[in-house]
């Protein structure tokens, strides 16, 4: 016989009592410096995938730690009671470097609180993410309702290189009903979400060469172009003068029907005094479903040892951001085949990919899509979820799409849009994560009871 389900209420109770504990061990977390870039050091995402391994065993789990040529993710499960669904909890251990020391207002891998968030690297994004599963987890204790299988990637932030490996490999082990993917955001402070699209990505270096060697600018200025000159031209042609993206054949589509006022996003993204928007469309649509390019970085001499000679090679590092529908193998041909057709004055162009990664789009209909949105709704005091796009890309989702066709894929998240993801003084809202973690405990009784 199946065990009654705890109630709203009860769930309620518990979550509260758990969360200074939860609170606690999220600081232990994230004051573990777990980056898998290559040059820091990887000792340190070993411990943390230790840390979070000695959590799920906490919570009654069967634990290993595993890996496939990359950094070690952590598997952690309980089978379901007679009758109920599987729920798959994805989380990642491993942070984003912190970037400029001096733009933070404090240790990055020592937590801090300031004014109701809580402010470390990887406190959002996405160590917060883990504890949510966490809490969730404890607030049932012996009687949870549903198998879980927790997945907790160890090198999202470099890319995921070895996760549909891992994938593969344990399979049979991971199998569920439905896929909760805790790496998203809510729509703002007291308004939760769910993300049903998608950005893809293609990374990708342009190197632009015109001479053998560096030449005195006085003797051959105003005759022989320099490379950084021809990058710079290069580079202005994959926009349009209104700023659209001008690179033939990408995909675009329409963004959901959500309203996103101007001064918000403004605000948001920190736009200067005076600084124009580019592009041109609803601004969703320029978020979410339209592709983007940025010029990330450029190898080239520094202002402060620049010598007056002309530069024979520059080089541009492209983060280009494609649309939902869109194929990051084709994209990337289109964007070589422009940037080559483009070389000015017969400059020499060489294009390299970095990385790639598809876009989805998410269904969001069916019982486990509407016991989310119960969960959220009852977390959030009756405010119901919105559904909404993201301009990032979780490349991954689409790979969980491939291998488990008939899961629902639940896109969720801690962040909020002042949560600083990726940036000095990332943060955390701590009402909010206290929501995230009721939300997602009662979402495991709700998908329960749907499944029966």
């Given at each position: 016989?199946?065990s ?5 209420s009860?769930?309620r ?9 939860v609170?606690?061990d999220?600081e ?8 898998a870039?290559?040059?820091?050091d990887?000792?340190?995402v070993?411990?943390?995938?230790e ?10 789990l069967d634990?290993?730690?595993v890996?496939?040529g990359?950094?070690p993710?952590?598997?952690g499960?309980?089978?379901?009671p ?10 990642h ?6 970037g ?6 404090s ?21 917060a993410g883990?504890?949510a ?7 049932y ?9 927790l997945?907790?990637e160890?090198?999202e932030e470099y890319?995921s290189?070895?996760?549909e490996?891992l994938?593969?490999?344990?399979r049979?082990?991971i ?16 308004v939760?979400?769910?993300t049903?699209?998608?950005?893809g ?9 015109t001479?053998?060697?560096?030449v ?5 200025g105003?005759?022989?172009?320099d490379?950084?000159?021809a990058?710079?031209?290069l580079?202005?042609?994959?926009h349009?003068?209104a ?21 918000r996003?403004?605000a948001?993204?920190?736009l200067a005094?005076?600084?124009?928007f580019?592009?041109t469309?609803?601004i969703?649509?320029?978020l ?13 001499p ?9 530069v ?10 494609l649309a ?16 080559e057709?483009?070389a000015?004055w ?9 990385h ?13 899509f509407?016991?989310a ?13 919105v559904?909404?796009?993201v301009g ?8 969980f799409?491939?291998?488990f066709?008939?899961?629902a894929?639940l ?6 849009p002042?949560?600083r993801a ?12 206290a ?8 979402l495991?009784?709700?998908?329960a009871?749907?499944g029966?």
């Open positions: 016989m199946t009654p389900i705890m109630s709203e009860e769930v109770a518990v979550v509260e009592r758990e969360m200074p504990g609170r606690a999220l232990r977390l994230v004051r573990i410096p777990g980056i870039f290559d040059g820091f990887h000792s340190h070993e411990r943390s995938a840390a979070v391994a000695e959590l799920l065993r906490g919570c009654g634990v290993e730690i890996r496939s990359g950094q993710a952590v598997i499960r309980r089978a379901a007679p009758g109920a669904p599987t729920v798959l909890l994805y989380a251990h491993d942070v984003q470097p912190v400029d020391l001096s733009l933070w207002e240790d990055p891998f020592e937590p801090v609180e300031r004014d109701g968030r809580l402010y470390a690297r990887g406190a959002a994004d996405d160590k883990i504890m599963h966490v809490a969730a987890l404890r607030a204790g012996d009687a949870l309702p549903v198998g879980v299988v997945f907790i160890g090198e890319g290189d070895s996760l490996q994938l593969i490999e344990h049979d082990e199998t569920s009903d439905v896929i909760v993917i805790a790496d998203s955001g809510n729509w703002d402070i007291g939760p979400a769910l049903t699209s998608l950005r990505i293609v990374n990708c270096f342009v190197e632009v060469r001479l053998d060697h560096a005195h600018s006085g003797m051959f105003g005759a022989v172009p490379a950084l000159t990058l710079v031209r580079l202005a042609t994959l349009d003068d700023g659209n993206m001008a690179v033939d054949g990408l995909v675009g589509r329409e963004g959901a029907a959500v309203d996103y006022p101007e001064d996003v403004r948001e993204a920190g005094e005076g600084v124009q580019i592009g469309g609803r969703t649509d320029r979410w479903t339209k592709p983007s390019v940025a010029v990330l970085g450029i190898d080239a520094s202002t402060s040892e620049a010598p007056n000679a002309l024979p090679t520059a080089k541009a590092k492209l983060n280009v951001r939902p529908g869109d194929d990051p193998k084709r994209a990337y041909a289109a964007i070589r085949a422009h940037l057709k483009h000015p017969g400059a020499q162009v060489t294009v390299t990919l970095e790639d990664g598809y876009p989805c789009v998410i269904d969001a209909s069916g019982p486990m509407d016991a949105r119960s969960a959220f709704r009852a977390a959030w005091d009756g405010t119901d979820p559904d909404i796009g990032g890309s979780i490349p991954f989702i689409a790979t799409q491939e291998m066709p008939e899961a894929i896109v969720t998240g801690v962040e909020d002042h949560a990726h940036g000095p003084n990332e943060s955390l809202h701590l009402g909010e994560f929501r995230v973690c009721l939300a997602e405990a009662l495991l009784g709700k998908v009871a749907a029966r």
